[in-house]
Antibody, heavy 120, light 110 residues
Framework: QLQLQESGPGLVKPSETLSLTCTVS??????????WGWIRQPPGKGLEWIGN???????YYNPSLRSRVTISVDTSKNQFSLKLSSVTAADTAVYHC????????????WGQGTLVTVSS | QSVLTQPPSVSAAPGQKVTISCSGS????????VSWYQRLPGTAPKLLIY???KRPSGIPDRFSGSKSDTSATLGITGLQTGDEADYYC???????????FGGGTKLTVL
């Protein structure tokens, strides 16, 4: 049974970098069948796609966040990570890691999500 | 404001049928497949429907999906109290070059 678990600080100061890691269990992050990614949901708002990465390092980012986002993969640890720089209060959200099939659109598995608050 | 429009809430009695709509445009629903997700209280979202009308293994046939032009619909028959959840639609938007989602619909089974 595939499980995705987010981890990282729940509080980040404005202008700093948000860093989260997703640990994948019950499946290999090196599989050629899947992409791995991040989706967030600000309080009271809808879901927002952040981006995806393939096992070979190819990345696909939301154009509105591209200048601040880096998604990377560590196949040795079966993990992938999100870094979002220069955060503001608008980046406060529940961040979900995800696995997608047939490209980056169909999310076949989601992590529970972790709340990250941007505040001084 | 979400790119895809869903009703904020729907409700129906146990055993009845309910439909949830997802409205978009020619650059998203009108141009690509639609997926549907269920988020039960306190749990991670789950894929219910992909490619407009396909169910992943393990999803009962009480759940169905359809698409027409720039709108998609999720149908749930034989409603159970365990179906109370938030439901989201999603697809690719070729104009924005992003995955887009609906704002979510809260289903209440009265």
């Amino acid at each position: 049974q595939l499980q995705l678990q987010e981890s990282g600080p729940g509080l980040v100061k404005p202008s700093e970098t948000l860093s989260l890691t997703c640990t994948v269990s019950g499946g290999s992050i090196s599989s050629r069948s899947y992409y791995w990614g991040w989706i967030r949901q600000p309080p009271g708002k809808g879901l927002e796609w952040i981006g995806n990465i393939y096992f070979n390092g190819s990345t696909y980012y939301n154009p509105s966040l591209r200048s601040r986002v880096t998604i990377s993969v560590d196949t040795s640890k079966n993990q992938f990570s999100l870094k979002l720089s220069s955060v503001t209060a608008a980046d406060t959200a529940v961040y979900h890691c995800s696995r997608t099939i047939f490209g980056v659109v169909i999310v076949s598995a989601w992590g529970q999500g972790t709340l990250v608050t941007v505040s001084s | 404001q979400s790119v895809l429009t869903q009703p904020p809430s729907v409700s129906a009695a146990p055993g009845q049928k309910v439909t949830i709509s997802c409205s978009g445009s020619s650059s998203n629903i009108g141009n690509d497949y639609v997926s549907w997700y269920q988020r039960l209280p306190g749990t991670a979202p789950k894929l219910l429907i992909y490619d407009n009308d396909k169910r992943p293994s393990g999803i009962p046939d009480r759940f169905s999906g359809s698409k027409s032009d720039t709108s998609a619909t999720l149908g749930i028959t034989g409603l159970q109290t365990g179906d109370e959840a938030d439901y989201y639609c999603g697809t690719w938007d070729s104009s924005l070059s992003v995955v887009v989602f609906g704002g979510g619909t809260k289903l209440t089974v009265l």
